[in-house]
């Protein structure tokens, strides 16, 4: 099968189409004839080597966490799903492939189109773990930095749904889109406390960092301490005190998908683009202030 690897670590251009085995799948898997995937942050940072402190990749790899495809063979011990059906969810195997295994998805509902289903599983997992580490309720104000992201679409829209006021920040182009949403926007960078305090005389009541570009500080200020603040960015946030969240798959995905077909939750898709062309999506990607995923198509 057609995949687009790395044979070494460094810029966007490393990523180069290859012909690679098709993988079987084992106890609990499913293979996918693989229809989009998305494209994280976190690609970028183990493609150009940057996660090789934390753990080490071998070489050569092929990327891709997120996937959603048509089951084309099941593994031993497999149930719910068989082959024909459409599913969404985690790769076991990278995704940037004409092919790849899954032992964590759900079936795919028809309204739900692709690249919506693909944008789903990160920044679904990520959204309701974090505003469960934050307790946000009813009656509360949250912060988001960096809100017109992927993670940042959806986060805010949760926490709508739990009664909560979002302020969001992003550049000024994403304003008018954020608003559209319920979220309150304003610009990130200096002066920030001073915006965030005159939105919220009453101050806000945890923040979400999404973003990591150095607004831990800022946050610190407007809590009048790290409680309540979560970061999934921010290398910075343990030496600040502040709550350093990453990893975890466990979410509702079929309920999250029956929101996106009902219209009650926006998957807001930033750029599509043909696996071949997965170096452009990384290079738009590290350029930031995309509004929503990058998916590609395969």
Do not use: C
């Amino acid at each position: 099968m057609k995949a687009m690897r790395i044979d070494t670590f460094g810029g966007p251009e490393v990523l180069q189409e290859a012909e690679v085995d098709t993988p079987e799948p084992g106890p609990g898997q499913v293979r996918v004839r693989v229809r989009a995937v998305g494209v994280n942050p976190f690609d970028g940072k183990v493609r150009s080597g940057a996660m090789e402190a934390v753990f080490s990749t071998p070489l050569p790899a092929i990327l891709g966490l997120e996937v959603a495809g048509t089951v084309d063979a099941v593994g031993p011990d497999v149930t719910g799903f068989a082959v024909g059906d459409d599913v969404f969810g985690w790769a076991d195997s990278g995704a940037y492939a004409e092919y790849a295994l899954m032992s964590r998805a759900a079936i795919k509902p028809a309204g739900l189109a692709w690249d919506a289903a693909v944008a789903l599983p990160v920044a679904g997992e990520t959204a309701e773990r974090v505003l469960d580490l934050l307790k946000v309720t009813a009656g509360e104000t949250l912060l988001i930095h960096g809100a017109a992201g992927a993670v940042g679409t959806v986060a805010a829209q949760l926490a709508l749904t739990r009664g909560a006021t979002v302020i969001g920040t992003a550049s000024a182009a994403n304003h008018d889109y954020l608003a559209a949403l319920g979220i309150i926007p304003t610009a990130y960078g200096a002066g920030l406390v001073e915006r965030v305090r005159a939105l919220a005389p009453n101050g806000v009541d945890a923040v979400f960092d999404v973003a990591g570009k150095g607004a831990l500080p800022d946050s610190i200020e407007l809590r009048g301490g790290t409680d309540r603040i979560v970061t999934i960015a921010d290398p910075t946030a343990r030496g600040l005190g502040v709550t350093f969240s990453s990893g975890g798959n466990t979410v509702d995905l079929p309920g999250l998908a029956k929101r996106v077909v009902k219209g009650a939750l926006v998957v807001a898709i930033s750029g599509v683009y043909p696996l071949a062309d997965v170096a452009t999506a990384h290079r738009v990607l590290e350029a930031g202030h995309a509004r929503g995923k990058l998916v590609l198509t395969v």
